[in-house]
């Protein structure tokens, strides 16, 4: 069993399965390696600041099991863990993942508005009653593309590319074919997750839970004239890092479904968890995904400085008004820039994630490589999570929309690479997303499955007669579990937010 281990902390014996980078990007020629003595013991300290070992390949001490980790002293952490432990037994075994979101609703004290009714009584707290749940298309949908094409044409065509000469395709077979095919399509990492979504998930709430409260107190800061605590931010932003690379999904599960009265908050720490699993797959270093952490986190911060009527108004703005919302950039580059641990890195991200590959975007005006594989990244992020999440003047749009918006920019807002890749590492299913499945039960997504994108790990909610469940339980469909008619379990469509008076954003429990 893999595990991740920070380099200072290795040991001879060891056997090095996986680094914190490509392999053709390190100067070891084995993909897969024992640490046989002290020099490559230092090499590795040199080249990495974490691996995975493998000890059922390990040498001499190293082979025994990992000593148990010391308690985390985060009573967060430690209130969630008091009423679900996640033991080496339990990881052996499928968990019940509505029993722990339930565990850590508990903790919180969290009691859910409008609640939907169960069969045997009680309140289904993430059941809601809309006005109209007929999955019409939520306004605002190109938010972040202001001044931009959003060509309807881009809708319709297909979601994934086959890089293959002479091929192009949409169709769900061969979109599942593609994601398949060994290594994917250039520059994709398929990396496996080495802890289960449960564990991860407890570990990963507290540091989430201070990513909030750290963006209330930068905001605080800029208010007040004072210069942010860049340095805290970035050992929080350091812990998520370990985060994606231990799973994905539980710093997605959590940062998707929280629901927090502060819109902007939300977004910063949405667009950060995207950017840096955007960036893992791209197979960057760890102290590029840091980096584009932090800016994730800070790209916005000179929204601080423009009129709140202005980022809450509804319906399009006007010249004047757009000129002053652009001036946001300015402002967040003058704020970073006063402030001490805001590398250049950082700064060039932040300056440039509103730019577009046609010269269409701002502040410069830039076009193509000028703008530079990060600060795209970011750009890519931010449109995407603008448009998938529910502000105080517009409704969220599903996946599938804000893909497709994205997908529209193809070849001119975004480079024709960079936007295939993006799809491919979003998947056509991410973490939240409603769906129908064939037996006609509605479920949402927990995980991915980073090979079988079609084939996520769901939890239904509600039966084929559309009613809640009292105790929803979750299916990998990797593993065809069979329905009610014996066929295989598929997804039939995905869903629009609160279809069927649904919202999974109450799953976050804390």
């Not at 950060?272 to 102290?287: K, P, S, T, W, Y």
């Not at 704020?335 to 701002?362: F, K, M, N, W």
Request: proline share 7%; aromatic share 6%; with cysteine.
């Amino acid at each position: 069993m893999k595990e991740i281990v920070a380099t200072q902390d290795l040991r001879i014996g060891m056997f090095v399965s996986e680094l914190d980078r490509p392999w053709l990007e390190s100067p070891f020629l084995i993909q897969g390696f024992l640490i046989a003595d002290e020099d490559a013991l230092e090499q590795v300290r040199q080249e990495c600041r974490f691996v995975y070992v493998d000890r059922s390949r390990s040498a001499g001490d190293a082979w025994r099991s990992a000593p148990v980790e010391k308690a985390d002293p985060s009573a967060d952490r430690s209130a969630a863990l008091s009423t679900f432990q996640v033991t080496p037994e339990a990881r052996r075994r499928p968990l019940d993942f509505f029993a722990l979101l339930r565990s850590l609703r508990s903790q919180s004290g969290s009691v859910a508005t409008d609640p939907g009714t169960l069969e045997g009584g009680g309140a289904a707290p993430w059941f809601h009653r809309y006005p109209d749940a007929s999955g019409v298309p939520p306004r605002g949908v190109a938010e972040g593309l202001q001044g931009e094409s959003t060509n309807q044409a881009g809708a319709s065509r297909p979601l994934i590319y086959d890089q293959r000469p002479g091929r192009a395709t949409g169709s769900a077979r061969d979109a599942d074919e593609l994601r398949s095919a060994p290594g994917g399509p250039a520059g994709m990492v398929y990396a496996q997750s080495v802890v289960p979504l449960e564990e991860e998930i407890v570990t990963t709430l507290p540091v989430v839970s201070r990513a909030h409260a750290l963006l209330e107190q930068i905001a605080r800061d800029v208010q007040s004239s004072l210069n942010p605590d860049l340095e805290r931010l970035r050992g929080v932003v350091s812990e998520m890092v370990l985060s994606v690379a231990r799973n994905p999904d539980a710093l997605l599960w959590l940062v998707r479904l929280k629901q927090t009265d502060q819109y902007s908050y939300d977004h910063s720490l949405d667009v950060a968890a995207h950017v840096m699993i955007f960036g893992r797959a791209l197979g960057l270093g760890e102290d590029s995904i840091t980096s584009l952490g932090m800016a994730g986190m800070l790209q916005d911060v000179g929204k601080l400085r423009l009129p709140v009527r202005l980022l809450q108004k509804f319906g399009p703005l006007s010249p004047r008004e757009y000129q002053i919302f652009k001036a946001h950039v300015d402002y967040s580059l003058q704020i970073l820039a006063a402030a001490p641990h805001a590398t250049p890195q950082i700064l060039e991200i932040v300056a440039r994630h509103h730019e577009r590959c046609d010269g269409s975007g701002y502040p410069a005006g830039l076009r193509g490589e000028a703008i530079g594989l990060m600060a795209e990244v970011a750009g890519i992020c931010d449109v995407y999570c603008a448009m998938t999440r529910e502000r105080p003047y517009g409704e969220a749009a599903s996946s599938q929309v804000a893909l497709d918006v994205v997908r529209a920019g193809r070849g001119s807002s975004f480079s024709e690479s960079t936007v295939d890749q993006f799809v491919q590492c979003i998947g056509l299913y991410p973490v939240g997303t409603l769906v129908e499945l064939n037996s006609g039960e509605v479920a949402v997504v927990v995980a991915q499955n980073r090979i079988r994108r079609l084939k996520p790990r769901v939890m239904i909610l509600l039966g084929p007669d559309k009613k809640p469940n009292a105790y929803p339980k979750t299916l990998d469909l990797l593993y065809d579990p069979p329905c009610a008619t014996g066929e295989p379990y598929v997804i039939s469509r995905a869903l629009q937010p609160g279809s069927f008076g649904v919202e999974p954003s109450e799953f976050y429990l804390a």
